[in-house]
């Protein structure tokens, strides 16, 4: 079972940068893909940013596309995602995921970490 822990969140005014990280530990990580998540308040959960852990390709939702950054650290277990030139609409819990196979879904997820940007 794979144990997933997001942290980097927090407060920020718009304009500005977060950096997050989701370490991941286990007894052996090679997933097919990692990515991250968020839910806004009365908002569905939506896809942010995904990425290939072994080929690094990356994916990216339309709204974050030229201000996300995510990538990976295959070493260290670990999945970043710099945030640069924030919204207040980018305000949500920020989740990232694990997806095992090519076939599989997201199916071990981490707590959470709150950003919030204030205009």
């Known amino acids: 079972q794979v144990q997933l822990v997001e942290s980097g969140g927090g407060l920020v005014q718009a304009g500005g940068s977060l950096r997050l990280s989701c370490a991941a530990s286990?007894?052996?990580?090679?997933?097919?893909?990692m990515g991250w998540f968020r839910q806004a308040p009365g908002k569905e959960r939506e896809f942010v940013a995904a990425i290939r852990w072994n080929v690094g390709s990356t994916y990216y939702a339309d709204s974050v596309k030229g201000r996300f950054t995510i990538s990976r650290d295959n070493a260290a277990n670990t999945m970043y995602l710099q945030m640069n030139s924030l919204k207040p609409e980018d305000t949500a819990v920020y989740y990232c995921?694990?997806?095992?196979?090519?076939?599989?879904?997201?199916?071990?997820w981490g707590q959470g970490t709150q950003v919030t940007v204030s205009s």
């Open positions: 286990g007894r052996t990580f090679s997933p097919y893909s």
């Open positions: 995921a694990v997806k095992s196979g090519y076939f599989s879904e997201y199916d071990s």
